[in-house]
Nanobody, 124 residues
């Protein structure tokens, strides 16, 4: 089992940057595939990024390609989401998630553990 805690959210102007972190506690962090999802006001949960187990291949949602990058540091039990060129439509609660079995990185139901989320607000 793994516990996830996100941090790094906040208020930023359009065009700005934020880096989210997700710290994991528990055993065998490197055995989990990790994902980032977001849910904006009145919207359904959206895939943002996935990071595979070794060697940490990343996948990005279409709406964030070219602006966001995702990474993991297994030595620190942490995953990151670097968000650049932020837009007001990026405003959402951002969640990290851990996947213990194989499955699509883009489907939220394939993840077993979730953090509590961190709010990102982008002003115009």
């Amino acid at each position: 089992q793994v516990q996830l805690v996100e941090s790094g959210g906040g208020l930023v102007q359009a065009g700005g940057s934020l880096r989210l972190s997700c710290a994991a506690s528990g055993r065998d962090f490197s055995s989990y595939a990790m994902g980032w999802f977001r849910q904006g006001p009145g919207k359904s949960r959206e895939f943002v990024a996935g990071i595979s187990r070794y060697p940490g291949i990343t996948y990005l949602g279409d709406s964030v390609k070219g602006r966001f990058t995702a990474s993991r540091d297994n030595a620190k039990n942490t995953v990151y989401l670097q968000m650049n060129s932020l837009k007001p439509e990026d405003t959402a609660i951002y969640y990290c998630a851990a996947q213990s079995t194989t499955g699509s990185s883009r489907i939220d139901t394939s993840y077993d553990y979730w953090g509590q989320g961190t709010q990102v607000t982008v002003s115009s």
